[in-house]
């Protein structure tokens, strides 16, 4: 059967129906950048299930990118048509060629797409991968790889329109594939769209979060907590910070006396993987937790292009400002702290030259205090630099901004460690300097220090 479609949204619609049967195995569902994620971004809403990308790249032959010999995805899985290859004289020394170039670039897109977020875990589950089209299957394979190597339980591949030849040798290597035109004039996807505009960056961004968001609403009937509401426990907040809506995770553990507002660095958000390690490791000693996003998903999908919002320093700061001012009005008993990495940490510094007599402790992460600009002078918050020995840029500016802290400032270096945390053991160690800082400096261990010094003064 052979039939068109206006566009890539249309076609996951008309994808929903033969894929409905799935909805009882509550599966995961990845889309193949860029063109697939329109797609799956229609699917995963109707089987009410996560999203992510699934990054793979058509390998092209030399001097002929269009005709692809093979592809690699994520995890390092790799296909190559090795008929092709010697049909066409292709050299070891080229194909290796090809491939570092097609690397970096999935690498890059990976990096923009999930940030610090970790892929989703598919292990013993139904994995849906869907692309607007399956042509010669170079990507596709690369992808069922990929998946298959992380232990998914079933895999299903899904398209609008698949090559027939192709569409049956793929069903050799999978579970399912559910493909709603097989024409057999086939020639290229594009043909059997009316809109085949490219998809760019920003619309990949922004269709994982419109997925997000509405997982998260179909998780939750219940009214977002205001005020008295908020008790024990993980709450979904949003903030209003003048024209947009900044959403945030707050975790109250029981009997928490402070909490920690995170104020994430540029390209990042609450999901960052890093900043919820460390949010777990301060909720298991008591001390409540904000993970807030200081942009708007529209600035961020912008941001994303222009990599200036993530810069603008006091922008952020007046946020932190707002939601400072908002965990003041919903939680008065809970004194306030910081947690800042990157372009976050100068942002904490100006929120906190605002907000002196709130602000009980600062922790900076791999930070940037330079950016803080004259906020440094008038620091009225004990404040402790995380840094990586072997971030040694960074580690430099931050031992710059220490004597204009006020006698205020601290560093702390976690050996071997690089800007990201990510050698063994670095972050869990950067956890435990913080988790001791804010212990130490606010809540009800630090009111009894306090209250015991000035007893002893008198």
């Known amino acids: 059967m052979s039939r068109r479609f206006r566009d890539r949204i249309e076609a996951g619609r008309h994808l929903v129906l033969p894929l409905a049967h799935l909805a009882g195995e509550k599966p995961i569902v990845l889309g193949l950048p860029r063109g697939g994620l329109p797609v799956a971004h229609e699917i995963a809403v109707s089987l009410r299930a996560p999203l992510d990308v699934l990054v793979a790249r058509k390998l092209g032959a030399p001097g002929h990118p269009e005709l692809g010999i093979g592809a690699i995805a994520e995890n390092g899985a790799r296909y190559v048509d090795e008929a092709l290859v010697a049909q066409l004289g292709v050299t070891p020394f080229e194909l290796a060629r090809i491939e570092a170039t097609e690397r970096a670039e999935l ?7 999930r940030g610090e ?35 998914a339980k079933r895999i299903v591949f899904a398209a609008p329109v698949c090559a027939p030849e192709t569409a049956a040798a793929i069903r050799e290597e999978i579970d399912e594939i559910v493909c709603l035109s097989e024409p057999p004039t086939f020639r290229a996807v594009g043909l059997w769209y009316d809109d ?10 922004a269709a994982l979060e419109r997925a997000r968001r509405s997982n998260r609403s179909d998780g939750s009937s219940q009214k977002k907590p205001s005020g008295s509401q908020i008790k024990d426990g993980n709450r979904t907040v949003t903030i209003q910070a003048g024209d947009v809506r900044l959403e945030g995770t707050l975790s109250i553990p029981s009997h928490a006396t402070s909490v920690v507002l995170f104020a994430h660095g540029s390209g990042s958000s609450r999901h960052s993987t890093r900043n919820r390690y460390v949010a777990g490791e301060l909720e298991r000693a008591g001390i409540a937790t904000l993970l807030l996003d200081l942009l708007s998903l ?7 292009a222009s990599s200036t919002l993530r810069f603008d320093i006091p922008l952020l700061a007046r946020r932190l400002v707002t939601a400072t001012d908002w965990l003041t009005d919903k939680l008065p008993l809970l004194e306030i702290g910081y947690f800042g990495a990157s372009t976050g940490a100068a942002a904490a ?7 002196p007599s709130v ?32 971030d040694t840029d960074v580690l430099q500016l931050n031992r ?9 400032g601290r560093l702390a270096l976690v050996p ?15 956890a435990a300097f913080a988790q001791r800082w804010f212990i130490g400096h606010m809540g009800a261990l630090a009111r009894a220090h306090r209250k015991g010094n000035r007893e002893e003064t008198a």
């Open 107 to 113: 690498d890059r897109r990976i990096e923009l797409y």
């Open 117 to 151: 977020r970790p892929p989703l875990d598919v292990k013993g589950r139904t994995v849906v991968i869907v692309d607007d089209g399956l042509a010669t299957g170079g990507t596709a394979r690369a992808a069922i790889r990929s998946v298959r190597a992380r232990d």
């Open 196 to 205: 085949f505009t490219q998809t760019t960056d920003q619309e990949v961004l």
């Open 298 to 304: 529209e600035e961020e999908v912008n941001d994303a």
């Open 349 to 355: 510094i100006v929120a906190a030259a605002e907000r």
């Open 359 to 390: 602000v009980h402790a600062i922790v900076s992460r791999g930070g940037r205090p330079d950016l803080a600009g004259a906020a440094l002078d008038v620091l009225q918050v004990p404040t402790l630099l995380v840094v990586g020995s072997a």
């Open 400 to 408: 710059s901004a220490i004597p204009r802290m006020n006698g205020l």
């Open 416 to 430: 071997g460690a690089t800007h990201l945390f990510e050698e063994p053991g670095a972050l869990t160690l950067a």
